[in-house]
């Protein structure tokens, strides 16, 4: 084993800031999920919005990338995305997936897991033209995940699309929301020793079941 590898292996930290209780947890995950997140925004965490999203394409192999979210309510979690996109056609395949946020500096892990859908039209164009004009045109400007010969694509992209549409570029067709509707959540608090509190909330018969897993 290499030096570099070994000093990797060789990696501590314990794990000490908070605790997290089923007695001082909240019973509904939606509301435990957006005091969380209340307390990654006061504590100023960076990117606090940054969630991992997992997709399975037809291959049965699984892939990650990091998406923004942009809204939740009882409904779901929503972000924004290329349809056309890799994570696009995965979900167009097979509409479930699984979501994770990581604020290292809180010591905190939540994990999301459900079918996914559309948002509507409305909802997609009332989010798209909040964005900054330079969002907009990029989302024309981009073929998102597909091969180009270099930058000097995005750039040319984004000239034409800008001189077609210049300051009311419309919605891509394209281009939208997509929401995870939870079926289970999971809360992770770093404890010393890696004794680690991990609490899962699994929906059954339309009630959230709540249990602890151990580390």
């Known amino acids: 084993m290499s030096s570099i590898s070994t000093s990797i292996a ?9 605790e997290l209780s089923e007695s001082a947890s909240l019973a509904d995950p939606l509301q435990q999920f957006d005091q969380w997140l209340q307390e990654a925004l006061s504590a ?5 919005n940054a969630m ?7 291959d049965l192999r699984p892939s990650t990338r990091i998406v923004l979210i942009k809204g939740y309510d009882e409904r779901g979690l929503v972000w924004y995305t290329n349809y056309d996109s890799r994570k696009g056609q995965q979900l167009a ?15 905190r892990v939540v994990r999301i897991e459900g079918r996914v859908e559309k948002v509507s039209d409305a909802e997609s164009d009332a989010y ?3 964005r900054p004009l330079d969002s907009r045109i990029g989302a024309w400007a ?27 570029p419309p919605r891509p067709p394209h281009w939208g929301g997509f929401r995870l509707v939870p079926e289970r959540w999971e809360f992770w608090q770093g404890r010393k020793s890696r004794l680690h509190d991990r609490l899962c909330y699994q929906l ?7 249990q602890r897993l151990a580390p």
């Open 10 to 18: 060789d990696l501590r930290k314990s794990y000490e800031r908070a």
């Open 44 to 48: 100023q965490v960076p990117e606090p």
């Open 52 to 58: 991992t999203l997992a997709t399975v394409g037809g």
């Open 93 to 107: 395949g097979n509409p479930f997936a699984a979501l994770q946020f990581h604020w290292v500096e809180l010591e």
């Open 128 to 130: 798209f033209n909040s």
């Open 142 to 168: 981009s073929p998102q995940s597909q091969v180009i010969s270099g930058r000097s694509v995005l750039v040319a992209n984004a000239a034409k699309y800008g001189a077609q549409f210049l300051l009311n």
């Open 204 to 210: 059954e018969a339309g009630t959230w079941l709540r």
